[in-house]
């Protein structure tokens, strides 16, 4: 039988699961499909292509025994599993935060730089979930004129955290809609009917370690060290899609009409240019694509573009990436 043999680490949590949806759904040639996770949920199965697969164990040594090998678990089994699974001749893509600045580990979007892959040594790294958004809406413009500075401001939704914080969310907000005081354990306050203004921890420098993550990661897939970028990330009561309010000073004035007919050609950009016009989580949700609205010259900086990004953070923002970065390496001659 043609095709590969898939192992997914981390498969029954939500980007696992939404791995194994979206490789279904875009018929990515598997040949196999082993599905592990943590002792918790081993022996429960996922529906794959009109069966039932069995999680196993993640401790078992199949994992290895694979072709391809999404990780999505968490940065510690990342860390441990990873380099050993590559060194048995699987490609591992890996959704953790451990190898994304690694100067060795390719950081891949592949709208935006997909001969980033070429010479991989095993290890391809899926970028966090706002830094995808943001690239893939900011690299229309970069390549009309460089980009000196990006201000961003995330909106993040609670899937972003997980089963359990979707939960909580769910939880929360039937507890205050009944008068009752909802009692915080995902997230350090109430997420329900409030804004929280903190993903990960804090560093010295008063940034968070979500902000980091964008600010590091957008200047390595844009290959410039050089743009300078503060974010402000925020966690906020939606269920799924993170949203953000971006602004980008450029090198060269650009109107407003070329920037949206740039945006308009890049693959996976869904734009809109009505006068009133915008997306919102509730209608991007369990899409692909990225949406932006609200395009306008800042007037705030010289040479200045704001516009309002909102992208499903378990499709394109976690697991649809990581199933066409396999697609790009087969495209490529590189699995």
Known sequence: MAGYRVSIVGATGAVGRCIVAVLEERGFPVRSLNLFASSRTAGTTIPYRGDEVEVRDIALEQVRDCDICFFCATNQVSREMAPVVRKSGAVVIDKSSVFR???????????????????????????????????????????????????????????????????????????????????????????????????????????????????SETKKILNDEGIRITATAARVPVFYCHSEAVTVETEEKLSVSVVVEALRRMPGVVVSDEANGYHTPVECAGRDDIYVSRVREDIGVDNGISMWIVGDNLRKGAATNAVQIAELLMARGLI
């Open 101 to 215: 600045l690694d100067p060795e580990v390719p950081l891949v979007v592949p709208e935006v730089n997909p001969g980033a892959v070429d010479g991989h040594k095993g290890i391809i790294a899926s970028p966090n979930c706002s830094t995808i958004q943001l690239v893939v809406a900011v690299k229309p413009i970069y390549d009309l004129s460089r980009i000196r500075r990006i201000w961003a401001a995330t909106y993040q939704s609670v899937s972003g955290t997980g089963h359990e914080a979707i939960d909580e969310l769910r939880e929360q907000t039937a507890t205050v809609l009944s008068n009752g005081v909802p009692v915080p354990r995902v997230y350090p306050r109430r997420i329900a009917f409030n804004i929280i203004p903190h993903i990960d921890s804090f560093a010295p420098s008063g940034y968070t370690g979500e902000e980091m993550k964008l600010i």
